[in-house]
């Protein structure tokens, strides 16, 4: 299979540093927005709100990976070969957000540097033998739609909440499903 990484809510914790730049906590310590996605509405702010303090390259510079991240890498470059994987990840539209993105990958996962689609559109890059690693249901929808594979990564804001605190587990057994 050829693997494809999604970044924000996989291996960066986009969330994190969109809630310390907006100087609020995340909702999702209440069960009552468990799988909820659009954080924004959780806040009673506009989407145009939400974003106005992520429309810097320094933002997503800095954003931390997740507590995950190194153990997906690994995982998926061990089970397919890092030959095998690529990221996958939706820029917004801040100037300097694909350059950051850039800069991101090479400080923590060099090996992967080389390796990065931009695209909102993840099901347009979705097939037979394709897999996809990602947090949001409906790119998860769409690249099955297209014939591919799909992985949701387990989160508070997603349909697997429930398992949210169980990430690498997850995972291993949702890639031992496929084989
Ligand atoms: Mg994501």
New binding site residues.
Partial sequence: LKVFV?????IASFLDAASIAHNRPLPYDNPANYGVWDTEKLWGITPAEFWAPCNSEEFWLDIPKTSEADGIVEMLSRDFGADNLAILTAPNQAPGCVNAKRKWIQKYYPALAGRMIFTAAKGLVAGPGKLLI???DSNCEEFRAAGGFAILVPRLWNSRHATASNVLDELKSGLEMLS
Avoid: L
């Fill in positions: 999604d970044m924000d809510g996989v990602d947090d949001k």
